[in-house]
Nanobody
Framework: QVQLVESGGGLVQAGGSLRLSCAASGSILSINDMAWYRQAPGKQRELVATITRRGSTNYADSVKGRFTISRDNAKNTVYLQMNSLKPEDTADYYC???????????????WGKGTQVTVSS
């Protein structure tokens, strides 16, 4: 199994910054794509950013130019640097990791439990 532990959420004023981290642990053979999603109260979960193993990135239009996703393959960790935060960025943020384990030898998507980000105006 793969465990994901997120950290870095909190309360910040509009215009501020936060850095989220998500560390994967367990019996991992390899990790492919890593991503961050978010879900605001009363809304559906939406994709924020993705990063491939080689470092190619993709962002939702709403965060382009403000958020940066990165990863450390040696540490099985993905980061989300969030700058110029807006009240509409308030949500629970979840990391998603596509990993292969010895028990399945298949790529399976794993989810973290989420970390709360609140941006005050």
């Amino acid at each position: 199994q793969v465990q994901l532990v997120e950290s870095g959420g909190g309360l910040v004023q509009a215009g501020g910054s936060l850095r989220l981290s998500c560390a994967a642990s367990g019996s991992i053979l390899s990790i492919n794509d890593m991503a961050w999603y978010r879900q605001a109260p009363g809304k559906q979960r939406e994709l924020v950013a993705t990063i491939t193993r080689r470092g190619s990135t993709n962002y939702a239009d709403s965060v382009k130019g403000r958020f940066t996703i990165s990863r450390d393959n040696a540490k099985n960790t993905v980061y989300l640097q969030m700058n110029s935060l807006k009240p509409e960025d308030t949500a629970d943020y979840y990391c998603n990791v596509q990993a292969t384990t010895p028990s399945t030898y298949s790529i399976i998507a794993y989810w973290g439990k989420g970390t709360q980000v609140t941006v005050s105006s």
